[in-house]
């Protein structure tokens, strides 16, 4: 990879933050710079936890997803199994177990990363960690709470998702990447 622009580099310093708002699922700061050609800039950010992400795929080569409301752009989206890691001492792998069963009532017995991203670097802090599991079995799904009491969930045929993905259908990044990344991963691009 080649980078453009002035030789050296430029290590951007924080020389102030100020707290603007701390909820329950996000936190907002405004950070002030230093920038390469001297001053300062502020940076407003948007503090995340992490998360995780399920490519769960049967053995009928079937994706599980999940539908719902997504209240930020108005619409029910298809997504994959997703959660936060804000559970203390829980690691994003047994986050991601967690959800599975959570949101779609299946455990895997077969795991691995596929794809790791940062979905909005300019202002947010997320990162969020993606699994393809396989060797699917229904354990029950438990009882929902707020958006997941209406949550949708389906399997859809591996080539259909990835045309879904291309003809708009499936429009969450996360799901996107998780879809795209786990269809080379198992060498069916």
Do not use: K
């Amino acid at each position: 990879m080649t980078h453009s622009g002035a030789p050296g580099t430029h290590d951007y310093q924080t020389v102030a933050s100020r707290e603007i708002f701390n909820g329950r699922v996000v936190r907002l700061r405004v950070d002030t710079l230093t920038m390469p050609g001297g001053g300062t800039a502020d940076r407003e950010i948007c503090g995340h936890d992490d998360a995780v992400a399920v490519v769960a795929i049967d053995p009928n080569d079937q994706v599980i997803l999940v539908r719902q409301y997504r209240h930020a752009v108005g619409e029910r989206l298809w997504e994959l199994p997703a959660g936060l890691c804000d559970i203390e001492g829980e690691s994003p792998l047994e986050t991601a177990r967690r959800e599975l069963v959570e949101e779609t009532g299946l455990e895997a017995d077969h795991w691995r990363p596929v794809v790791e991203t940062v979905p909005s670097p300019g202002f947010s802090t997320e990162r969020v960690h993606i699994y393809l599991a396989t060797g699917l079995r229904e354990v029950g799904r438990p009882e929902a709470e707020h958006e997941e009491v209406d949550m949708e969930v389906a399997r859809m045929p591996l080539p259909e998702a990835i045309d879904a993905v291309l003809d708009g259908r499936i429009v969450n990044g996360i799901a996107v990447s998780g879809i795209l990344a786990a269809t080379t991963v198992l060498g069916r691009a």
